[in-house]
């Protein structure tokens, strides 16, 4: 199968224009006869649901979560980008295109990333409409600030808490859909399986999560906006719940998964504790721009970071990137941490460096520190029992964000017909590198601004009848599927394999990697799938509300998918974003890219029997020439 | 350190359920609560008995999915966090820790700690949004709004819906949380236009959802993880007011 992303004709600032014009529409009327399945109701998914239920479509939503409102899009602290050029600083469209395509590293589509600039003001307005309480200048109006990779101040927020409030106001959005019936919300309700329909996305099979009941749902289209796969690593700071499964699965009915290799490491975590560790948890990008990176010039000094004069420690970014210092982009931060950590130069037992507000709080006070930080910094002290205002922070890289997801086209829709992807599960605008504060903004443009209209080209033309029962032989393969899992005796628990694949994943197939260490991982994730058929082990008996089931079944999964992600690395010949390959490096230690060989995404289809296919989405650059990325 | 759990079991919604007991050792002081819990059900499955039912989903305070009575308190001691922020090193070893569900007519118990809270959602549908179709927005800044004003919103707007307020309420109202939306709402002009409904609307529902009345008592504000302000119910009895004598 050619891989056609149906990219409008004409020139970049009217592709999408060219592409409303020229789609086809659902006449009002219609629209009520149309159903939509949305699977996956944070920020993107909510968006979508309630956009399509307020134009009159037949919608039903699905959530594994007990209510919309927890989706981990809650979690996200730092901002949301638009170039509304409010700080009027000389922000453009143009230019929020331009840094994206840069910071993701020439791997991703212009045309998409183009629209996404494009549309990204449209959100801000809307959320300000809903009531959103954005941070507020004294004069009444909108605040904004820079965010780590870029030079301008772009960046909306409500305080720490941004991706709290855009959800909350796509809750509402939602709710009121719900409210009148023309969205059924199905919470606690989880997708494990995709059906396809001669060719087409018909359906999914679900279970609901309290009876253990399991169904089918039909529906003329699918929508998937269940976020990322981080925690293959199983530490990241993701959710502990968010998992692959929908994805995944949709991937083995036939849509192609998208660059699975490209993950992100985000540099501001705050290290492991322990063993029983559950969940890494971020500490928002914006204190870097305020705190100074830095560890001891001499190994193992085991002296209070206070201690530790100015002339024995090492800035490093300052020092190795003059001109954007302790604010390069996230993969290159990530990277440099772990390298000083690598050789030797890391604190507190080795996986730590300082990030320090001593300067700050002499040069601009602790009460200026406290207003723009204050909520991090209790986060921070809760957790460790350390107070940053008197003790340098100490922080780690973890696995964060994933730009990689389902292959879609220009429209969102995958290579099954009528199934869609949105927000983080697709691949779409953010290259090898996500920038700050883009995630938010690409989810919600897809949600509210791309799929409410691209769907509706897809809807408009006649689909073939398919019987309600058209699904039950796949219900019949999950329940199977279910019933072995729930029967294992074994004696390893679902948490310690996931544990497993995550300590492969992270040393062999984290910030950066080699062949040696992938084929090894390849091999490592071969036996442990086998131990995990072997040897798993539930021990809570029947299948009404089952966690243990729950997780037994999304492990799976990401077993499976790391396999393919670190396949994806072995056939990435370059580094490139957050897939650094050391065999492809600059003599000053960065990422080299080939573009002459390498400029594609690499689109993965599942195969049944043998490995799976790589097929290749050339990417062409005609308005940002690609450069060797230089932050110095 | 130690410590001895007793903890609240209850197969289902229609089995009553009780108390047992376990033991958990070599507790790390930096461990969060959940995660000795996460050890001691690891302990559980491993010796083949069902481990125990408990929600928590971002684990850093904010989806406001945890949520747990632990020694008489929601979210365990300490103020103004959720139990997922809860380290152990807030209690001494060999302690015992009595966990319970939330325990609320509108909250039933599905399983174990794992209680149903979409009478939550039901609140919020009946009328806690601003009504604007995707399209239909002016440029976010053609209307300025004071700084004061904002920052009073968002102060309400940061309610993660966990229900301790509910729990910890002795008639278990729900009025801190649906004031906190009320509120969020009315102090913004993009919700005026509907106030009236709104505060009728979702106060009806509160009632019939089973929640109890608020009898101004106080503690769900010094329970509450986001330490959303008494302010707020004030200023929801003054919109119901607004409302109802026109
Ligand atoms: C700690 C943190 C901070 C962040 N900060 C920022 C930031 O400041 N700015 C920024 O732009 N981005 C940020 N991000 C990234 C951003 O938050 C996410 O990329 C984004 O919120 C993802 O939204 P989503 O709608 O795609 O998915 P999610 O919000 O993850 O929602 C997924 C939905 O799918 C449902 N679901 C999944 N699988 C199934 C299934 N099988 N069946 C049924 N339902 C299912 C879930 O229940 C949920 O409703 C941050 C991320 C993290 C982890
Ligand atoms: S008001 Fe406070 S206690 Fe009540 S639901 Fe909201 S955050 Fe939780
Ligand atoms: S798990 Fe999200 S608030 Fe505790």
Redesign the pocket.
């Known amino acids: 199968m050619s891989l056609d992303a149906r990219i409008p004709e004409g020139p970049i600032q009217q592709k999408w224009d060219h592409c409303k014009f020229e789609m086809k529409l659902v006449s009002p009327a219609n629209r009520r006869k149309r159903s939509v399945i949305v699977v996956g109701t944070g920020l993107a998914g909510a968006s979508a649901a309630a956009s399509l239920g307020e134009m009159g479509y037949n919608v039903s939503a699905f959530t594994y979560h007990d209510s919309p409102r927890r989706a981990h899009s809650i979690a996200a602290q730092g901002g949301i980008n638009a170039p509304k050029n409010y700080a009027n600083d000389g922000d453009s469209i143009y230019r929020l295109f331009y840094d994206t395509i840069k910071g993701g590293d020439y791997r991703a589509r212009e045309a998409n990333v183009y629209r996404l600039a494009q549309l990204s003001g449209n959100i801000i307005d809307h959320c300000v409409a809903q009531g959103v309480p954005f941070a507020r200048e004294y004069g009444g109006l909108l605040a904004n600030r820079s965010f780590g990779g870029v030079q301008v101040s772009r960046t909306f927020y409500a305080r720490g808490q941004t991706g709290q409030q855009l959800l909350l106001g796509a809750y509402g959005a939602l709710s009121r859909q719900v409210h009148t019936n023309q969205v059924r919300m199905f919470s606690r309700t989880e997708m494990l399986d995709l059906i396809v329909v001669d060719g087409r996305a018909r359906g999914i099979v679900a279970r609901d999560l309290v009876s253990g009941k399991i169904s089918s749902h039909m529906a003329d289209a699918v929508i998937l906006a269940t976020g990322g796969y981080s925690n293959v690593f199983y530490l990241s700071t993701n959710a502990i719940n968010s998992n692959a499964t929908a994805i995944w699965r949709a991937h083995k009915r036939g849509a192609y998964f998208a660059n699975p290799c490209f993950t992100q490491i985000h540099p501001t975590c705050i290290p492991r504790a322990g063993e029983s560790q559950s969940k890494l948890t971020l500490m928002s990008e914006s204190l870097r721009n305020d705190g100074r990176i830095w560890v001891p010039k001499q190994k193992g000094d085991k002296r209070r970071a206070r201690d530790i004069p100015e002339s024995d420690r090492d800035y490093y970014l300052e020092r190795i990137y003059p001109s954007f210092g302790n604010l390069v982009p996230r993969d290159v931060a990530s990277r440099r941490a772990k390298e000083m950590c690598d050789n030797g130069y890391g604190v507190a037992g080795g996986y730590a460096v300082y990030l320090d507000f001593a300067d700050a709080i002499q040069r601009d006070g602790k009460d200026s520190v406290e207003q723009k930080y204050g909520n991090l910094f209790d986060i921070y002290h809760e957790i460790t029992g350390e107070n940053p205002y008197t003790t340098a922070m100490k922080i780690y890289p973890a696995p964060h964000y994933t730009m990689g997801g389902l292959w879609v086209d220009y429209h969102l829709m995958t290579t099954i017909p009528g199934l869609f992807a949105l927000g983080e599960a697709n691949f779409s605008d953010h290259g090898a590198n996500r920038l700050g504060a883009s995630a938010l903004m690409q989810c919600l443009t897809d949600g509210y601004f791309v799929l409410p209209y691209t769907i509706g080209d897809y809807l408009a033309k006649p689909l073939p009848h398919v019987s309600e029962d058209a699904g039950k032989p796949i219900e019949r393969e999950v329940t199977d599927r279910l019933n072995i899992l729930s029967n294992a005796s074994g004696s390893q628990t679902a948490m310690s394999l996931h544990q497993k694949l995550g300590h492969i994943m992270w040393d062999k197939c984290g910030m950066s990697r080699n062949e040696t260490g992938l084929k090894e991982a390849l091999n490592d994730i071969k036996t442990l799938k086998e131990t995990f058929q072997k040897d798993l082990k539930l021990s809570t008996p029947g299948q009404t509300l089952n966690q243990e089931l729950e997780r037994a079944n999304r492990v799976a999964d990401y077993i499976e998918l790391g396999e393919l992600m670190v396949q994806d690395a072995l056939t990435r010949e370059e580094s490139c974003g957050g897939h650094f390959r050391e065999e492809h490096q600059t003599e000053e230690n960065e990422a080299k890219r080939n573009d002459e060989n390498q400029s594609y995404v690499s689109a993965w289809a599942y195969s049944e029997k043998k490995e799976a296919v790589l097929h290749k989405e050339a990417l062409a650059f005609d308005h940002v020439k690609p450069t060797q990325r230089s932050y110095k | 350190m130690n410590v001895i759990l007793k903890i609240w079991r209850q197969p289902s919604k229609d089995t009553p359920g009780g108390f047992e007991t376990y033991p958990v050792a070599d507790v790390s002081p930096d461990m969060s609560f959940l995660e000795m819990l996460d050890v001691l059900n690891e302990t559980l499955t491993q010796s083949g008995k069902e481990p125990i039912a408990f929600e928590?989903?971002?684990?850093?305070?904010?989806?406001?999915?945890?949520g747990l009575f632990i020694n008489g308190r929601a979210h365990g001691p300490g103020l103004g966090i959720?139990?997922?922020?809860l380290r152990m090193r807030r209690f001494k070893s060999g302690e015992t820790i009595v966990v319970e569900p939330w325990r609320a007519k509108a909250f039933p118990v599905l399983k174990d700690l794992i209680v149903d809270r979409s009478s939550f959602d039901r609140i919020i549908q009946s009328g806690g949004y601003v009504s604007v179709n995707t399209g239909n927005a002016l440029d976010g800044n053609t209307l300025p709004i004071a700084k004061t004003k904002a920052d009073e919103a968002f102060d309400a707007a940061t309610c993660?819906g966990?229900g301790a307020c509910v729990a910890t309420c002795k008639n278990a109202s729900a009025m801190l949380f649906t004031a906190a939306k009320v509120s969020q709402l009315a102090l913004l002009p993009q919700g005026e236009v509907e106030a009236q409904d709104r505060v009728i609307n979702m106060v009806k529902t509160m009632e019939l959802e089973g929640f109890g009345h608020c009898s101004n008592t106080g503690a769900c504000e010094i329970e509450c993880p986001k330490q959303i302000s008494l302010t707020h119910i004030a200023r929801l009895h003054r919109e119901y007011l607004k409302a109802t004598f026109k």
């Open positions: 928590s989903d971002c684990r850093e305070g904010i989806c406001g999915t945890c959720t139990t997922c922020e993660i966990c």
